[in-house]
């Protein structure tokens, strides 16, 4: 599955009902290093579709949901697990480094 | 591996490594181009301009155009003439012999990844940090490095950037759309930035300025309650009471990678001439890797021209461009 959109209206619903982890993506069209890794991410998705599900969240858009978070800095990738979140990534990194970064969830 | 051996590589994918890429590219020489892995630490894909919003300097832009917009097309330029470009880190390279040995991956592994004849070196700098525990434990909870990605997150505070060159105006000043109020950190009385930037942050009403001053420390367990700073003079300290720092101090070449093989000045830039020729024979430096004075966009792109330029016509006097291939018409 590719990289889904996720928003303030949705975030709660798609996150209780996700049966595999969620890594959601706070992202802006303005933050370049946000657009760099941003095809990693649909790369992870889809090669782990099933195990690890990505939702970007554009925090533009949807900021009481980066607000409820208290991401101050982006990109940051916070992982949730059964409604939870359990680990939060911060800044821009590599295809290898994210995924021994996630490697527990996938 | 014969056949794996590269007339060019190139090292680096900010204005200098892609302005290479696209005459190497167009001189038919194939280049592979490493660009780096993205990372908030060390290797930022796309240069420095990726942290960027509005480039308003780069000529041919009327109305200007953001810093990754610009980089993305010289990558997209690059990439429509043949380079052929790689999302990795070096990790390792070796200069003592040709074609040179260049690693990703394991640096430890006896064989190189990729090898070639001419290096073009291109890793530009990146910014220094003030090296303070608090400053690390607090990345990306109120201390940044980037005030065009974090800024957003600072409405209607009052921050702190610490700094008094021009990337310490321009943060400042982008930082104004958001905060209430920006104290400007720097250690002696007056800037180093450019007149223009200079006038800008000082007709700005949301500036302060807090002259001669240093930081000590960074106040907060999970994120910034405050920033203690310390002057220069009488060494008496105090608290700013801001939300947020942006540290904006300066840059540091990326050379640790050729520490030991490439001649260096003190403070790590590489020595280049003539040209853009590095001490060995065949490498080639351009950018801000080998440029400490200026430092821009065009500069930086300006002598990856050249250095492309000098690895043709040095890969061409030693025979190892094909003998059938015309001397480019750049």
Known sequence: ?106 | MDDDIREIIIIGSGPAGLTAAIYAARANLAPLVIEGEPSSTSDQPGGQLMLTTEVENYPGFVEGIMGPELMMAFRGQAARFGAEILTARVTRVDLSERPFGVWVGDPDVPAPTHRAHALIVATGARSLMLGLEAEERLIGHGVSTCATCDGFFFRGQHIAVVGGGDSAMEEALFLTKFAEKVTVIHRRDELRASKIMQERAQKNDKIEFCWNHVVVDVLGDTKVEGVEVEHVHTGERSTLPVTGLFVAIGHRPNTDLFRGQLDMDANGYLITGPGTRTNVEGVFACGDVQDHTYRQAITAAGSGCMAAIDAERWLESRGDIDAQRTATNW
Request: aromatic share 6%; net charge negative.
């Open chain 1, 1 to 106: 599955m590719a990289t889904t959109t996720i928003t303030d209206a949705t975030f709660d619903e798609e996150i209780a009902s996700a049966q595999e982890p969620v890594v959601v993506d706070f992202w802006a069209e303005w933050c370049g290093p946000c657009k760099m890794i941003a095809p990693i991410l649909d790369e992870i998705a889809a090669e782990h579709a099933g195990r690890v599900r990505v939702a970007k969240l554009n925090v533009d858009d949807n900021p009481e949901t980066a607000r409820r978070f208290e991401v101050m800095s982006i990109p940051t990738l916070i992982v949730f697990k059964d409604g939870e979140p359990k680990k939060r990534l911060i800044g821009a990194k590599g295809k290898g480094q994210l995924l021994e970064e996630l490697a527990e969830f996938i």
